[in-house]
């Protein structure tokens, strides 16, 4: 059996810290994406670039498209990323203060908030339309949590509660 040769000693390699300092200027990315297209054109496989490079394939197609159409000025060009939020700092700072006050307040039936009451609220208020998933990611934006109370009954003894939890842990031990 052939031995190909002594193994690379990685273990001074911080690939964290690497990536850190390609992403801190733009003219490090843009070179990357250079190399990227450079490989693929000297005959590397697309596969190998991929992984190499720690991109997806769709990316570097979008790369190759690019430079295809626009040249390499196109890498120097910005385009927007994703659809603008509709949550206007108006409708934030409202958030902020309306969802302290409980539902019932605002003339709402429901004793807490929700995602499907901020959602109507929103709708009645703004005329804006959202799903219930986006209301909760806005709640989560302005610092809010989504939890719910827990209930305790005002006519418990505390100290039969113990006693039942207690009693109910040793169960589930003698059980297993």
Same mark, same amino acid.
């Given at each position: 059996?052939?031995?190909?040769?002594?193994?690379?000693?990685?273990? /001074?390699?911080?690939?964290?810290?690497?990536?850190?300092?390609?992403? @801190? *200027?733009?003219?490090?990315?843009? @070179?990357?994406?250079?190399?990227?297209?450079?490989? #693929? @054109?000297?005959?590397?496989?697309?596969?190998?670039?991929?992984?190499?490079?720690?991109?997806?394939? *769709? /990316?570097? /197609?979008?790369?190759?498209? !690019?430079?295809?159409? $626009?040249?390499?000025?196109?890498?120097?060009?910005?385009?927007?990323?994703?659809?603008?939020?509709?949550?206007?700092?108006?409708?934030? *700072?409202? #958030?902020?203060?309306?969802?302290?006050?409980?539902? /019932?307040?605002?003339?709402?039936?429901?004793?807490?908030?929700?995602?499907?009451?901020?959602?109507?609220? !929103?709708? $009645?208020?703004?005329?804006?339309?959202? @799903?219930?998933?986006?209301?909760?990611?806005? #709640?989560?934006?302005?610092?809010?949590?989504?939890?719910?109370?827990?209930?305790?009954?005002?006519?418990?003894?505390?100290?039969?509660? *113990?006693?039942?939890?207690?009693?109910?842990?040793?169960?589930?031990?003698?059980?297993?």
């Amino acid at each position: 059996m052939k031995t190909r040769g002594k193994p690379v000693d990685i273990s /001074s390699i911080n690939v964290a810290e690497l990536q850190k300092w390609l992403k @801190a *200027e733009p003219e490090r990315n843009i @070179a990357l994406k250079c190399q990227a297209l450079i490989a #693929l @054109a000297k005959g590397v496989s697309v596969k190998s670039v991929c992984i190499v490079l720690d991109i997806s394939r *769709e /990316s570097l /197609s979008q790369w190759r498209k !690019l430079v295809s159409n $626009e040249g390499i000025i196109g890498f120097r060009q910005k385009s927007g990323r994703g659809r603008k939020s509709g949550l206007t700092k108006q409708i934030e *700072e409202d #958030l902020k203060v309306q969802l302290l006050k409980t539902p /019932s307040e605002l003339g709402y039936k429901q004793a807490i908030w929700n995602g499907k009451l901020v959602c109507k609220y !929103l709708a $009645e208020k703004y005329s804006k339309i959202i @799903a219930v998933r986006t209301a909760q990611d806005w #709640l989560k934006k302005i610092g809010l949590t989504r939890q719910r109370p827990r209930y305790h009954f005002n006519k418990a003894d505390p100290e039969l509660n *113990e006693k039942f939890k207690t009693e109910v842990k040793k169960n589930r031990r003698t059980k297993r």
